[in-house]
């Protein structure tokens, strides 16, 4: 399973006009959550893309629409790597190297680990089907370690998924910037895995 295309790809072909403002609203959306967090002011992005709310909203019909094509192709590539991880030799460091790379994601912007978190429990988020995406391409992962005998048998994809956003959130609330909550969301993941691990 592959996560799903950006929400706002057309059934016919854009308009060269709109598909240049969908463009330039993606770029200034990518400045703005990075500024001030998944809950910029949606009417400063339009403003600063040179468009009325009107047109946001025509491509992007909710904030969630937004985030996830901003999203998307960084959503595709954690999959990717957990299906090329497949293949390591050391499955449950495979698993600890590929949730952490969930959580640096998740420490992008202010706000984006709880954002994806909804995105796997709510069904009708734009977010679902990459976030449900990511988490089947874990769930693989994590199956190879348990069948290894590596890691707990009772511990789930879901509770990994969590985990690994989790992690990103407290080392969000507990840091003032992302160079910062990066390295401590991979630093608590490492310590949280070794609870994990058999032994």
């Given at each position: 399973?592959?996560?799903?295309?950006?929400?706002?790809?057309?059934?016919?072909?854009?308009?060269?006009?709109?598909?240049r403002?969908?463009?330039?609203?993606l770029?200034?959306?990518?400045?703005?959550?990075?500024?001030?967090?998944?809950?910029a002011?949606l009417?400063?992005?339009a403003?600063?893309?040179?468009?009325?709310?009107?047109?946001?909203y025509?491509?992007?019909?909710?904030?969630?629409?937004?985030?996830?094509?901003?999203?998307h192709?960084?959503?595709?590539?954690?999959?990717?790597e957990?299906?090329?991880?497949?293949?390591?030799p050391?499955?449950?460091d495979?698993?600890?190297?590929?949730?952490r790379?969930?959580?640096?994601?998740?420490?992008r912007?202010?706000?984006?680990?709880a954002?994806?978190?909804?995105g796997?429990r709510?069904?009708?988020?734009?977010?679902?089907?990459?976030?449900?995406?990511?988490l089947?391409?874990?769930a693989?992962?994590?199956?190879?370690?348990?069948?290894a005998?590596?890691?707990?048998?009772?511990v789930?994809?879901a509770?990994l998924y969590t985990?690994a956003?989790?992690?990103?959130?407290?080392a969000?609330?507990?840091?003032?910037?992302?160079?910062?909550?990066?390295?401590?969301?991979?630093?608590?993941l490492t310590?949280t895995?070794?609870?994990?691990?058999?032994?």
């Amino acid at each position: 399973m592959t996560p799903s295309p950006a929400p706002d790809t057309p059934s016919r072909p854009q308009r060269a006009d709109a598909r240049r403002n969908g463009e330039r609203l993606l770029t200034t959306a990518r400045d703005a959550f990075a500024e001030y967090g998944t809950d910029a002011p949606l009417e400063e992005i339009a403003r600063r893309a040179g468009v009325g709310i009107g047109t946001l909203y025509r491509h992007f019909p909710t904030r969630q629409a937004l985030l996830q094509a901003v999203l998307h192709d960084r959503l595709e590539a954690l999959h990717s790597e957990a299906v090329l991880l497949l293949d390591n030799p050391a499955p449950a460091d495979a698993l600890l190297g590929w949730l952490r790379s969930v959580a640096l994601h998740a420490t992008r912007y202010r706000g984006l680990a709880a954002a994806l978190l909804l995105g796997v429990r709510d069904a009708d988020s734009p977010l679902s089907p990459s976030c449900g995406a990511v988490l089947t391409a874990g769930a693989e992962l994590l199956h190879r370690a348990q069948q290894a005998g590596q890691i707990r048998p009772d511990v789930t994809a879901a509770d990994l998924y969590t985990l690994a956003n989790s992690v990103a959130w407290a080392a969000e609330e507990t840091t003032t910037s992302r160079s910062e909550s990066g390295p401590l969301a991979a630093r608590l993941l490492t310590l949280t895995m070794e609870g994990l691990r058999t032994h």
